[in-house]
């Protein structure tokens, strides 16, 4: 079965520390994966994603992520966090096979930085 | 360029009513998907529309909830005799579709809130 898990429900980091949020997958084939953040009673924002090429992938708002397929792993990462970074992360794998077309998240980690 | 709409935002409702929410995809986004998000938890994919079709099921829609796209644009989720255990976030998702390449981002709307009394 494939699965994302993120090991952390927190990481609390200094504003303008760098930040790290992790993530694990587990899956056959080829990995596609995303990374998304929540501010409290909104949706889902896309931050970025894999799907194949360069390890290291930018996103929005600064963020970045690294695919290590030896560690399968697909770590967030920001050079310098800011306040207004603090909310919750999801990482996402894509299911894929026949019609499937869904995203299997983990369970969120939240991230708070303080000024 | 407007992003996924969806309506209400939060509805509270007793046990044993029916409710239905809707959403809007971004245009021309011939995609959709609905999921489901607890407190505490990720969101739980529910179902999957590649324009009016329904091409996937997750065993969480019991025969209670049923989900419509009859034009290909809009959807609609209906929950009939909502249980307590349906209280959750509702998230619409909707993305395009690349010759069939399962690569497209899934961009979310803001949600619809239930609270089932």
């Known amino acids: 079965a494939q699965s994302v898990a993120q090991p952390e429900d927190q990481v609390n980091v200094a504003e303008g520390n760098p930040l790290t949020v992790k993530c694990t997958y587990s899956v056959s084939g080829n990995p596609y994966l995303f990374w998304y953040v929540q501010y409290p009673n909104r949706g889902l924002q896309f931050l970025l994603k894999y799907i194949t090429g360069d390890n290291l992938v930018k996103g929005s708002y600064g963020f970045e992520a690294e695919f290590n397929k030896s560690q399968t792993s697909f770590h967030l990462k920001k050079p310098s966090a800011l306040v207004s970074d603090s909310a919750l992360y999801f990482c996402a794998v894509r299911v894929l096979g026949g019609a499937t077309n869904k995203l299997i998240f983990g369970t969120g980690t939240l991230l708070a930085v303080q000024p | 360029d407007t992003g996924v709409s969806q309506d209400p935002r939060h509805k509270i409702t007793k046990r044993g009513q029916n409710v239905t929410f809707r959403c809007d995809p971004i245009?021309?986004?011939?995609?959709l998907y609905w999921y489901r998000q607890t407190l505490g938890q990720g969101p739980e994919f529910l179902t999957y529309f590649q324009n009016e079709a329904q091409l996937e099921k997750s065993r969480l829609l019991s025969d209670r909830f049923s989900a419509e796209r009859p034009k290909g644009s809009f959807s609609t989720l209906e929950i009939q005799r909502t249980e307590q255990g349906d209280s959750a976030m509702y998230l619409c998702?909707?993305?395009?579709?690349?010759?069939?390449?399962?690569?497209?981002?899934?961009?979310f709307g803001p949600g619809t809130r239930l609270t089932v009394l």
């Open positions: 245009s021309e986004h011939n995609r």
């Open positions: 998702a909707s993305s395009p579709s690349t010759s069939g390449s399962f690569t497209d981002t899934q961009y």
